[in-house]
């Protein structure tokens, strides 16, 4: 009796022990194998101590039956998701040495992060604003198709001839556009020369544009860079594509060379993949929101970010309760859209699932149930990035603005 007894508590230290060693050794293919070895000793136990064998096996029997699944997953080739490495500035290929073709799939990706769509958000952030396909009527900005005829028609236009906008050059000295390729590079580096009429920040009489200046944070593409996007304009249309001598000279008229320097090292996009850096808890707000160029569309007080008049302005220490109170929100819990019950929460959803709750005055009217802002959001923010920019916004309130001399509307809107 004795013999057995000590037998079985030495066969019981043993088995804990190897457990214990395959556990810790192994990493998780370790301790699938420790699941194992734990469902062998469970029935052996059980064989060992009649009163308790039938509880002790069935449990070994699970036990077996995780650790077969459990060995057999970690078994398999596993992914690993990082950051991108990152791309040293001026290592990509110069326009010149690409081909036609080479260089529209290049200005593809850039605006919409994916080939043969004409959705989707890539580094250009071109779409928040702008429709693409023929008919797609566009709220904030004109529709692209066709850009390349329309452009020779606006430098006719009396309008542009004798222009009343807030700036009238790109920088002193450079002139206007004479050309179709020179009006698109002008309208991409000085958004404000000329303003499709009815496509002006609100209350400024079309003499103000939304668009940022898409050579400068936050998006700052290179002159190859739109280079590569309006060859994908000319080229879309069938006809015949601008050299890139010329669309490259027509950069340099209207960007001073103080400006043309290519943007410091940022991390690359995955092959064939779109994207701005994945934003990490490592990052300050300023860092993540030039990352997310969110500038772009929003102004942000207390931040050089003061521009962006397509998104609400971020003052989110007064606005983020009001709205959760709203009873649009409400309408949105209700349908199982939207879920937040206080302002952190509210604006990490806004962030993270964009379309939970669009606020009123920047509803889409051709797709009001979809908002505007990139919705793959959560797939670039890891969760210590969004909670740091969320208390970031609720330490902006209107007061701040005001410091910054940024009035806002009753809408959200910044006001002229």
Not at 40 to 59: C, F
Not at 152 to 161: G, N, P, Q, T, V
Request: glycine share 10%.
């Amino acid at each position: 009796m004795i013999p057995g007894k000590i037998g079985l508590a030495v066969g019981i230290v043993g088995s804990v022990a190897f457990i214990r060693w395959a556990t810790q050794g192994g990493g998780t293919l370790g301790l699938a194998f420790g699941l194992l070895l734990s469902a062998v000793l469970l029935m052996w136990l059980g064989y060992m101590l009649p009163r308790a064998r039938m509880i002790l096996v069935s449990v070994g029997f699970f036990t077996l039956m995780s650790g077969i699944f459990a060995s057999y997953s970690n078994w398999l080739p596993q992914v690993r998701g990082e950051v991108p490495k990152a791309e040293p500035a001026g290592t990509s290929k110069k326009a010149e040495d690409m081909t036609a073709q080479e260089l529209a799939d290049k200005g593809e990706m850039i605006i919409f992060g994916e080939m043969g769509t004409l959705h989707g958000q890539g580094k250009g952030q071109c779409p928040l604003c702008h429709g693409f396909k023929k008919g797609d009527v566009s709220e904030r900005a004109p529709n692209l198709a066709g850009i390349p005829q329309r452009a020779a028609e606006r430098i006719k236009d009396a309008r542009y001839s004798k222009p009343d906008s807030i700036q009238t050059e790109a920088f002193s000295g450079s002139g206007r556009a004479t050309t179709a390729v020179e009006y698109i590079a002008e309208s991409h580096s000085c958004p404000n020369c000329f303003i499709v009429a009815g496509f002006g920040v609100k209350g400024s009489n079309d003499r103000e544009s939304p668009m940022p200046t898409i050579h400068k944070p936050p998006i700052q593409l290179t002159i190859d860079e739109l280079i590569a996007v309006d060859t994908w304009l000319f080229y879309r249309e069938g006809g015949e594509v601008p050299p890139v001598s010329e669309i490259r000279a027509a950069y340099e008229k209207f960007i001073p060379a103080a400006d043309r320097a290519e943007p410091a090292t940022v991390a690359a996009a995955p092959p064939g993949g779109p994207g701005p850096v994945i934003a990490t808890g490592a990052d300050t707000p300023d860092q993540i929101i030039a990352k997310m160029a969110c500038g772009a569309c929003h102004t942000i007080p207390t931040t050089g970010n003061k521009f962006g008049a397509i998104g609400p302005v971020l003052i989110e220490k007064t606005n983020a309760q009001k709205r959760i109170a709203s009873a649009e929100y409400k309408a949105r819990v209700k349908a199982g859209k939207a879920h937040a019950t206080t302002p952190k929460e509210y604006i990490i959803e806004s962030i993270m699932n964009p379309s939970a709750f669009i606020v009123p005055a920047f509803v889409n009217k051709g797709n009001p149930d979809v908002s505007m802002m990139p919705p793959d959001f959560a797939k670039k923010f890891t969760y210590e990035a969004v909670e740091k920019m969320a208390d970031f916004l609720l330490s902006i309130d209107e007061s701040a603005a005001a410091k910054d001399g940024i009035k806002v509307d009753k809408d959200g809107r910044k006001a002229s």
